[in-house]
């Protein structure tokens, strides 16, 4: 079935330094690729998404890339700051009607000050 | 001011005994869902509805049952049959297929006694 891959569960950075948490995903139709942040005891909230039409996609200090021949997207956070550390989840589905999105299983990032 | 509601946060229940959860959203969205996070295996699929009166079963929905009678609403029984219910429940909505994003609810954590 349709699964999607996330890694690592954890990772813990120094303030200032770079993170990267990655994903693959095993269908192929899937086109649209959002990353969820979850702050402790809050609901999750959209951070950034891609289509796979793009490869690669900037906000201030967070980017996506895609491979779509490998099928594998990863999230880059430049500068981590102590509020980013949450549990980052990234998300794979295709656009066809409803958006049903195939999670990954999380990545829990601590940012030490 | 609009979102997305869940009800109760907290619900504790006995074994035997169904319990229903409530979802409410006012931001005028066609697509809603319902997702189970337990750690470690991010957010599940439960049951997803595209439009009033219409359900799918996501990839979890063994003793769950969903109603959806009115656009704004989308509650989610769970029933005795299934078999380890407690667990974090969210709740979400979107656009549908011209819009993705997922905007959740603050989820609802249900413990069975």
């Known amino acids: 079935g349709e699964n999607v891959e996330q890694h690592p569960s954890t990772l813990s950075v120094q303030e200032g330094d770079s993170a990267v948490i990655k994903c693959t995903y095993s269908d192929s139709a899937s086109n649209y690729f959002p990353w969820y942040k979850q702050e402790l005891g809050k609901r999750p909230q959209l951070i950034i998404d891609?289509?796979?039409?793009?490869g690669e996609k900037k906000d201030q200090r967070i980017a996506v890339t895609l491979n779509k021949t490998a099928k594998h997207f990863s999230l880059h956070i430049t500068e981590t700051q102590p509020e980013d550390s949450a549990v980052y989840f990234c998300a794979a589905s295709h656009t066809s009607g409803t958006y049903k999105y195939i999670f990954g299983t999380g990545t829990r990032l601590k940012v030490l000050a | 001011d609009g979102g997305i509601t869940q009800s109760p946060k907290y619900l504790f229940r006995k074994e035997g005994q169904n319990v229903t959860l409530s979802c409410e959203q006012n931001l005028n969205h066609d697509a809603m869902y319902w997702y189970r996070q337990d750690p470690g295996q991010g957010l599940r699929l439960i049951y997803y509805s595209q439009i009033v009166n219409d359900f799918q079963k996501g990839d979890i929905a063994e003793g769950y049952s969903v109603s959806r009678e009115k656009k704004e609403s989308f509650p989610l029984t769970v029933t005795s049959a299934q078999k380890n219910p407690t667990a974090f429940y969210l709740c979400?909505?979107?656009?549908?297929?011209?819009?993705?994003?997922?905007?959740f609810g603050e989820g609802s954590r249900l413990t069975v006694l």
């Open positions: 891609i289509r796979s039409n793009v």
């Open positions: 979400a909505s979107s656009r549908g297929s011209t819009d993705g994003e997922l905007f």
